[in-house]
């Protein structure tokens, strides 16, 4: 059985390689902005899978509001930039002030989501505290379509085209190149912040083992709210810079965007935040590739069909360790 | 001699069960003192009611801390219980697996250190200096418990009795007045069993911290305690030095049955 499998992966790659290889001779520019438009894509899921993983590493919860988090930091950042653009502000300052309000609304969210639909069921079944995170989400997505509309609007991208990137620009837009750039940086500071400072440390225990984590003076309570707001963070990033990309948002983006990081943070094995990278860039990219070389109205047929396949044939997902070795 | 740790009429219900029932067990400072009783008399579950894991259901827990006024401390949470200076190990280990020897030591340490989230992620020179002396501070306890050698291995790549060594490493970073040690030398050989008598004694001798000990090897526990208590079925039923528990029939009898009972 697994060397029928092994046999089975090795000729379908070889004949995805070999096709594959034919065509990126046949036009190599059409490939590579496939690629860096998989790039981009990757990126945003990132962003928003690293608040998943992170979330699901500390309290083996799947946060199915976390999209919408996405979804409100966009939000916030199109009220910001609508309302300071009419006053006539300053366009670096009008970005600058978008992703900070941006930012610290999602985080806000995100704390009092933990706060008061997770919080009071830490010890309650798993299942009951995931059904109130898919109350959260459609509470959420309904509270932003009634505060504000449920039509699509126009979002102005805040990023400029950058005037020397010109010639270049149907490789790779200056917008998407913001993107990588500034997921980039992002993921080196949560790196350092989980590597090397005090409340990293204490998210890595806290995740290993929270009654030992309090017995050594960690306030368990205070690491889970800062994994959300972190994470709601990272999320509202992305939420600002895919509007920005996309150039229109809705309260409901928040849904397929939310379910696209899911599968990628089990993709590449969730509750590990090397592997919510590595799995969002290879959803972004083959997704990317698959659209581009096959069929686009299968885009997100295609990233299902790829959950469906992790989850038969790779559960714990590419950087995953083996639950079942875990107890 | 004032009492440290002074727990009175201690009881924890378990539904219907009375896991304790009206414990008493005060430890002195500078004393190394002993929880014995048979399997499931209840030893681990006084450890969690006084550091907070279960909120006992009735009693007092009362802390009194070096140089501060006594506190009762039930009810707190096991954090809290932590930076009042209560630390302790497990039956098992548990280790952070995922961190190196000096980072498990280091995160023992954290909760004496001052700064926060925000100065933790900007990083002034005040919080560098804290964060070195914290590494300083975790280096010189890996050396006093000699797990030196070990500091930047994965906690989970040490042997055994290192592991074991390393729990109790990380519980002092804490800085703790009284520690707490569940079966420390469970699933030890000999050799380490004797390493683990003299490090016990060595801490008690040098760096003035307490000791309330859960142990099932009884050649460690006479010769290693000053008090015993001995508890079977969730009550107390004797305390003493080693020869006076040694001698007394009710701990014989929890321990070897009633002769009346098996004939």
């Avoid at chain 1, 998210?203 to 972190?230: C, E, H, P």
């Avoid at chain 2, 340490?109 to 990083?123: D, E, F, P, Q, T």
Wanted: glycine content about 8%; proline content about 4%; some cysteine.
């Amino acid at each position: 059985m697994r060397l029928f499998n092994i046999i089975l992966g090795v000729a379908v790659v070889g004949v995805l390689g070999f096709l594959g290889i034919k065509e990126i001779i046949a036009d190599p520019v059409y490939f590579l902005e496939l690629f860096l438009g998989g790039l981009t894509r990757g990126s945003i899921y990132a962003l928003i899978a690293l608040g998943y993983t992170m979330v699901y590493g500390i309290i083996q919860l799947i946060n199915f509001a976390h999209g919408e988090i996405y979804m409100i930091g966009a939000m916030t950042a199109l009220i910001v930039a609508s309302v300071l653009g009419l006053w006539g502000w300053n366009s670096a300052v009008i970005v600058i002030l978008a992703f900070v309000f941006a930012i610290v609304y999602s985080c806000a969210y995100g704390f009092t989501v933990e706060k008061i639909a997770y919080k009071p069921l830490r010890t309650a079944p798993r299942l009951s505290a995931l059904i109130s995170a898919i109350g959260m989400s459609l509470f959420l997505q309904n509270y932003v379509m009634l505060a504000q509309t449920s039509e699509y609007m126009p979002f102005e991208s805040l990023i400029p085209d950058f005037e020397f990137w010109e010639p270049f620009s149907h490789i790779i837009t200056s917008v998407e190149m913001t993107i990588i750039v500034t997921t980039i940086i992002v993921m080196i500071l949560l790196g350092i912040l989980i590597k090397f400072t005090k409340i990293g440390k204490a998210m890595r225990a806290t995740a290993q083992d929270k009654i030992m984590a309090s017995l050594v003076g960690i306030n368990v309570n205070r690491v889970i709210s800062t994994t959300f707001v972190v994470g709601s963070a990272t999320a509202a990033i992305g939420g600002v810079l895919i509007a920005c990309h996309v150039g229109q948002i809705n309260f409901m983006i928040g849904f397929m965007a939310g379910l696209k990081a899911f599968i990628a943070a089990v993709l590449g094995g969730i509750g590990s935040i090397p592997g919510a990278v590595l799995g969002s860039l290879v959803l972004g990219i083959s997704e990317s590739l698959f659209t581009g070389y096959f069929w686009s109205e299968y885009e997100d047929v295609f990233a299902f069909t790829i959950l469906v396949i992790i989850l038969i044939f790779r559960p714990s997902g590419i950087l995953g360790r083996d639950t079942t070795s875990k107890v | 001699m004032e009492p440290i740790l002074n727990v009175k009429n201690l009881t924890m219900n378990f539904g219907g069960l009375k896991a304790l029932d009206t414990v008493n067990i005060s430890v002195e400072k500078g004393q190394i003192a002993a929880l014995i009783g048979p399997n499931g008399a209840g030893k681990t579950t006084f450890f969690n009611c006084i550091t907070g894991i279960y909120p006992p259901s009735e009693g007092i827990v009362e802390i009194t801390p070096p140089g501060r006024p006594t506190q009762k401390i039930n009810g707190l949470k096991t954090n809290y219980v932590t930076e009042r200076g209560l630390a302790r190990t497990f039956q098992n280990i548990r280790l952070f697996e995922g961190m190196t020897v000096l980072e498990n030591v280091m995160i023992g340490r954290h909760c004496r250190l001052k700064s926060g989230i925000l100065k933790a992620m900007l990083r002034p020179p005040s919080q560098k200096n804290e964060e070195k002396k914290a590494v300083y501070d975790s280096y010189e306890i890996l050396e006093k418990i000699g797990l030196d050698q070990y500091v930047n291995e994965m906690a989970v790549n040490l042997p055994y009795g290192a592991q074991r060594r390393l729990e109790i490493a990380r519980a002092l970073a804490t800085n703790p007045f009284l520690l707490l040690l569940d079966e420390p030398a469970a699933g030890m050989n000999p050799q380490e069993t004797k390493e683990l008598d003299e490090l016990i004694v060595w801490l008690r001798d040098n760096e003035d911290v307490s000791i309330l000990l859960i142990e099932h090897d009884m050649k460690l526990v006479m010769s290693l305690s000053d008090n015993i208590h001995v508890v079977d079925y969730g009550k107390k039923i004797a305390e003493g030095n080693p020869e006076e528990v040694k001698s007394n029939p009710e701990v014989v009898k929890a321990y070897l049955g009633d002769e009346s009972e098996d004939a």
